[in-house]
């Protein structure tokens, strides 16, 4: 299942919220230096899914606040 995602780095509070039209606002406390937050992002997401890190796939928006990802589900 692909899923689109907005970062929003140096948050205070952590947290995965949806909006109504699907796409998922993940909260994360790391900077967007050396690719921090993007992987802050994908633990984010493995814990929301409760799936493995290595489940998850980045297919685009490395240095966009604006992410897609593929989540393979077992």
């Given at each position: 299942?692909?899923?689109?995602?907005?970062?929003?780095?140096?948050?205070?509070k952590p947290r995965v919220e949806?909006?109504?039209l699907?796409?998922?606002h993940v909260y994360v406390?790391?900077?967007?230096?050396?690719n921090r937050a993007n992987i802050a992002v994908i633990e984010a997401l493995a814990k929301h899914f409760k799936?493995?890190?290595?489940n998850i796939?980045?297919?685009?928006?490395r240095k966009s606040k604006n992410k897609l990802?593929?989540?393979?589900?077992?």
């Open positions: 299942m692909k899923i689109s995602v907005i970062a929003h780095v140096n948050s205070k949806p909006d109504l699907g796409t998922l406390s790391e900077p967007p230096l050396e799936v493995k890190k290595r796939n980045f297919i685009s928006g990802f593929e989540i393979i589900e077992n």
